[in-house]
């Protein structure tokens, strides 16, 4: 399977009703990422397609098949017209670009803004702005398009009318013109004619019964979404280079991949784990299964999205059953890689002595793909330094702002 231009994609939007939550990796009740996984993506699809019969087929398709017919990027946010998500490193922050504004900052960045420097062009720096609250790259003037709430919940006796302590529980809230849309990729136009109808009505039934935590509070709930149709990578980036066919990995061949997806390497990827730039991401979660709902699933690390993976050609990635031992079918997680290429080069400063795996003893859930990852994120360590700087950036722009938020929190209000 290769992503050559011209293999089919359907990019999808969603647009919240209300509040959503997406829990971050600490499981906190105030963790929050503005990403939602794609293995989430895949679970959530899987359970969707039940009713109609179509899941056995799908799994079969996808996870139990050495090449995936159907693959799911994370879903990212859109403003406006404008997708966003996590920059590649080797791109971003842009070379050329002045030392008066944190660029770094920057978490979330529209794909028309890495289009021109895929093209080569310079950042028009005066039609742009970071928003502190968001950690996204906006139009000059923007409202932030979204924003962290705690919403808080007091248990009530129905007996003796007692309540209990009050618990808060983070969750976003959008802005006008504000969602989520996310990328499906099909092996051929053969599997875009077996799982386009599927998964659009899985998509819509999603939308209705919603995504994320907090579910039976209504949380999660988006308008039905809306779907456009064309060619990867050409539907999002009109400038991405051609991904690269298989071949021996020498450092003339190198290609970076800018992965949309959480991955796990397959054992046929071609991937240089000492280079590039990634973050791993531990995955943990409950089953949700008639056969032993909320038993607990094998830890798995994954590579998030954002990273940049150098190989000599595309990284496929794998589903892992993480299911408990000895439960009674397979409990499977994607690692399914949805990579754009980009162009590779070397970093600028000096990376930390990666940590190997191999050092340190590998749990026996974890496939042994894994085990050579290092524990080290190959990110800028300045990201870390400024991490003191966007938070008083975010005191700053709270301040300003005079917009109130859509969503009303009656529930805020009752608990006061």
């Known amino acids: 399977m290769t992503n050559a231009p011209g293999t089919p994609a359907l990019l999808f939007r969603l647009r919240p009703t209300g509040p959503w939550r997406i829990a971050g990796d600490s499981g906190r009740q105030d963790d929050l990422s503005p990403i939602f996984p794609s293995d989430r993506v895949f679970s959530a699809v899987v359970q969707a397609l039940a009713p109609s019969g179509e899941r056995d087929a799908f799994l079969a398709a996808t996870a139990g098949a050495a090449s995936p017919a159907v693959r799911f990027s994370s879903l990212f946010p859109f403003y406006g017209k404008q997708l966003y ?44 702005e970071v928003d502190g609250l968001s950690g996204c790259l906006l139009p000059a003037g923007s409202q932030t398009p979204f924003r962290q709430q705690l919403r808080y919940t007091a248990p009530v006796d129905r007996l003796n009318g007692s309540s209990a302590a009050a618990y808060a529980t983070g969750c976003w809230e959008f802005n006008q013109g504000v969602g989520l849309w996310g990328l499906i990729l099909f092996e051929d136009e053969n599997e875009l004619w077996r799982w386009e109808k599927p998964l ?117 990635g794998r589903a892992v059953d993480v299911a408990p031992p000895g439960f009674a079918h397979p409990v499977w997680r994607a690692g399914f890689a949805v990579a754009c290429p980009v162009p590779w080069k070397a970093p600028s400063f000096q990376l930390p002595p990666a940590l190997l795996r191999a050092e340190v003893p590998p749990r026996a859930s974890e496939p042994e793909a894994l085990i050579a990852l290092p524990d080290i994120y190959l990110e800028d360590p300045i990201i870390v330094e400024e991490a003191n700087t966007v938070e008083e950036a975010n005191v700053v722009e709270e301040a300003n702002i005079v917009e109130q938020p859509r969503y009303v929190d009656l529930e805020a209000e009752d608990a006061q």
Request: proline fraction near 9%.
């Open 200 to 316: 659009q009505a899985a998509l819509r039934w999603l939308a209705d019964e919603g995504l994320g935590g907090e579910r039976s509070r209504g949380w999660g709930k988006s308008a039905p979404p809306e779907f456009q149709s064309g060619h990867w990578p050409q539907l999002v980036l009109s400038h991405a280079a051609p991904v690269a066919a298989s071949a021996a990995a020498t450092p003339e061949n190198l290609q970076g991949y800018w992965l949309l997806s959480q991955y796990v390497p397959a054992a046929s990827d071609t991937v240089e784990l000492d280079k590039g730039f990634y973050r791993l991401a531990e995955r943990r979660g409950r089953v949700e299964s008639p056969t032993a709902w909320g038993a607990e699933k094998l830890a798995l690390r994954m590579v998030a999205e954002g990273g940049v993976l150098v190989a000599a050609s595309e990284p496929h």
């Open 85 to 128: 998500a996590p920059p590649p490193v080797t791109l971003w922050p842009p070379e050329r670009a002045s030392s008066k504004v944190n660029w770094q900052a920057a978490k979330l960045v529209p794909l028309s803004v890495l289009d021109e420097l895929l093209a080569g062009e310079a950042l028009r720096e005066d039609r742009w």
